[in-house]
């Protein structure tokens, strides 16, 4: 039964706000994604099986499979109890996974059936968030993937990502999402969200939507010092403007194939 669900893998550079668009997706009745749930077995094990979307496996959380358990991340039972109720009827299920970019055409090859969901965000915000982070004395996030690090990262995934969508047989089960559009248009995020997975329209969701897109009208824009600046304005930021020059595209294509 749970084999003839949708697969649905959803990524991003880290802290571009794949953990927000999870959520979003989630609330819809008919979507179960994981947060994390398998992101060992994929960046480290290169297991990209389907078995592991089946409701026996989804729910047998394993130490080689993510550090964002239930048990050692209470902040997650809910999430999880949720998708346990609803998983039966779900249409599509999936997981969270950042920084997938550079195993990503291994793994839509051995699974060309899924969709894909991959979200771009602005350099700035990532390297703000990634910095953030790294200011965190408790935090597990590495003291070492800063600013820096995250402008090297952050080029360096969505050169990748464009010249794998450069490609002529590109696939076409990918759907690339703008982060400051996604929040910024709700009414096109939530038609380009549905069409692309063939779901019906959701209260729940709409509401999150909404949700969503009022706190980033009210969050305050925070700044850079001037040794950020210098390293943000020395990035390439190409690739970037092409891929969201995709997303706008593929964006206005289903917004008019659902009309």
């Not at 979003?24 to 389907?50: A, T």
């Not at 599509?92 to 990503?104: A, C, F, R, S, Y």
């Not at 190409?238 to 659902?258: G, I, K, P, S, T």
Request: with cysteine; hydrophobic share 40%; aromatic share 10%.
């Amino acid at each position: 039964m749970s084999d003839l669900k949708r697969k649905l893998i959803v990524s991003g550079v880290a802290r571009s706000g794949t953990t927000a668009l999870a959520e979003l997706l989630n609330s819809h009745e008919g979507v179960c994604v994981g947060i994390e749930r398998f992101k060992f077995q994929f960046l480290l094990r290169q297991n990209y099986s389907r078995k592991l979307f089946s409701k026996e496996r989804f729910f047998r959380f394993e130490p080689q499979d993510t550090n964002l358990r239930p048990d050692v991340r209470p902040a997650w039972v809910e999430t999880y109890e949720r998708m346990a109720q609803k998983w039966d009827d779900a249409l599509i299920v999936g997981d969270k996974v950042p920084d997938l970019t550079p195993i990503l055409p291994d793994f839509i090859a051995q699974n060309p059936g899924f969709r894909y969901i991959y979200i771009l965000r602005n350099l700035r915000d990532v390297g703000l968030s990634w910095q953030a982070r790294a200011n965190r004395t408790r935090d597990p996030w590495p003291a070492t993937k800063d600013f820096a690090a995250a402008c090297e990262s952050w080029s360096t995934q969505y050169a990748e990502l464009k010249a794998y969508l450069d490609k002529p047989d590109r696939p076409d089960n990918i759907l690339l999402l703008d982060y400051d559009r996604m929040f910024a248009v709700p009414d096109e995020t939530e038609r380009t969200i549905l069409s692309f997975l063939d779901l019906p329209q959701s209260a729940a969701m709409r509401q999150t939507l909404e949700k969503h897109s009022a706190f980033a009208a009210d969050r305050k824009p925070r700044k850079m010092n001037a040794e950020m600046q210098a390293v943000h304005d020395s990035t390439d930021k190409a690739a970037y403007d092409a891929l969201c020059q995709m997303a706008h595209q593929a964006e206005l294509v289903l917004n008019r194939d659902d009309e």
